[in-house]
């Protein structure tokens, strides 16, 4: 299975993207879903995460402006970034979680640049 995200870009401070991330085939069991970030020289951080009960959290520095979505059925996640800053520019990656081998799943990263 194999994870593909898309939507990234160059958007100026203060924009929106979407980002989504999609499954190959379908993976079962899935307990969460979730987008990191890696910004050049730093370590991946987490954005948010979205369970498969629908409970979300955030990284503070994100809260109130990203929201995150699921569809466990269509194995697909997405993040609606607004109000963006230049600090949010970095590689976004999807991460899926299951209770099944492999257990965690990685999709390349999309990259989002923002410009201020």
């Known amino acids: 299975v194999q994870l593909q995200a898309f939507g990234g870009g160059l958007v100026q401070a203060g924009g929106s993207l979407r980002l989504s991330c999609a499954a190959s085939?379908?993976?079962?069991?899935?307990?969460?879903m979730a987008w990191y970030r890696q910004a050049p020289g730093k370590e991946r951080e987490l954005v948010a995460r979205?369970?498969?009960?629908?409970?979300?959290n955030y990284a503070d520095s994100v809260q109130g402006r990203f929201t995150i979505s699921g569809d466990n059925a269509q194995n697909t996640v997405y993040l609606q970034m607004s109000s963006l800053k230049p600090e949010d520019t970095g590689d976004y990656l999807c991460?899926?979680?299951?209770?099944?081998?492999?257990?965690?799943?990685w999709g390349q990263g999309t990259l989002v640049t923002v410009s201020s």
């Open positions: 085939r379908r993976i079962f069991s899935i307990t969460s």
């Open positions: 979205i369970t498969n009960g629908g409970r979300t």
């Open positions: 991460n899926v979680q299951s209770n099944y081998y492999p257990y965690i799943y």
